[in-house]
């Protein structure tokens, strides 16, 4: 499933690629993804300029020049190819440059029975192609008022972003001073956090030397204050989330099983998916170990990770 720090590298890819430009046609090849389409969506889509793009936890943000936003959520298999040159009668031609913003991360398909939305752009450069694939269809378009987009229900309770101002030390001891639950699950709560998922909260807690199950309260003192754990924490989240936006993602890379089946392949996690490998904090010694709550993974090092 792309993360935040995917949904930010397809964000950036795009961004040269559309902004700027008219959608002369919205081209839907079925009625929905995972949920229908708006109304008359291609339609209200079709003849609007491309203002700018922008990202919101992982949703995709395409602000158009009618004062609408374009809501877009890659699921779990999700992307955009780029495509230009030269078109005729609805084919690219050969020789034109394809391109897939981000390199790393989920799994792509080339399959075109999988293109599902097809934007045609003219730009200054001329036409040229946005096309959405998705063959499991847990991605979703909608279409909201600029306006009401913070009390429109994918928003309206989301924390703040985990590499913007709004998230401090102090904001973080307000929310967690009174609760026992496990600090992963705190940090997984987006209320608290938006758009931070399993993988970069492992890592995070792991630079921060915190353990996944100890009570998200304890980072907080009796009078409400942030700790120094809690100081750390939240530095380790802005990093850890900036040095992947960095890598281009998540550094999972395209990868097709050799049954054709989708999976994921991934490296350079500090302790994320490293199961019995030594830990990687200099001097530990220890082992990662992984463990469920919630139903999801975590993988820890319960010698550095208190
Ligand atoms: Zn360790």
């Not at 969506?41 to 491309?50: K, L």
């Not at 780029?82 to 440059?97: M, N, S, T």
């Not at 981000?102 to 450069?125: I, M, P, W």
């Amino acid at each position: 499933m792309p993360e935040l720090p995917e949904v930010e590298t397809v964000k950036r890819g795009l961004t040269p690629a559309m902004e700027g430009t008219r959608i002369t046609k919205l081209e839907l090849r079925r009625g929905d993804l995972r949920f229908p389409f708006p109304d008359a969506f291609a339609d209200r889509v079709s003849g609007r300029t491309i203002v700018s793009l922008g990202r919101r936890a992982k949703y995709l943000l395409v602000d158009l020049d009618d004062g609408n936003t374009l809501i877009s959520h890659l699921g779990m298999s999700g992307s955009f190819r780029i495509e230009e040159g030269r078109i005729e009668e609805g084919r690219i031609e050969e020789g034109a440059v394809s391109a897939a913003p981000g390199e790393f991360h989920h799994v792509r398909s080339k399959d075109e029975k999988h293109d599902h939305v097809v934007f045609h752009l003219e730009g200054a450069s001329g036409p040229r192609r946005v096309v959405y694939n998705d063959p499991r269809r847990f991605g979703f378009m909608d279409m909201v008022g600029r306006a009401d987009l913070a009390a429109h229900p994918f928003f309206r309770d989301l924390g703040p972003e985990p590499t913007g101002n709004e998230l401090g030390a102090a904001y973080l001891a307000e929310r967690f001073r009174d609760k026992a639950q496990p600090l992963k699950s705190a940090l997984l709560d987006q209320k608290n956090i938006a758009g931070l998922g399993n993988i970069y909260v492992c890592e995070a807690l792991w630079r921060a030397h915190l353990s996944p199950i100890r009570a998200a309260s304890t980072l907080v003192t009796a009078g409400g204050r942030p700790k120094a754990q809690l100081d750390l924490l939240v530095a380790s989240i802005r990093d850890v989330i900036a040095d992947a936006i960095a890598a281009g993602g998540s550094s999972l890379r395209d990868h097709i099983q050799t049954d054709g089946s989708l999976g994921y392949f991934q490296h350079s996690f500090s302790v994320y998916d490293r199961e019995s490998q030594a830990c990687r904090t200099p001097g530990c010694g220890g082992t990662v170990a992984r463990i469920v709550q919630a139903g999801r993974s975590t993988f820890y090092c319960a010698t550095c990770q208190k």
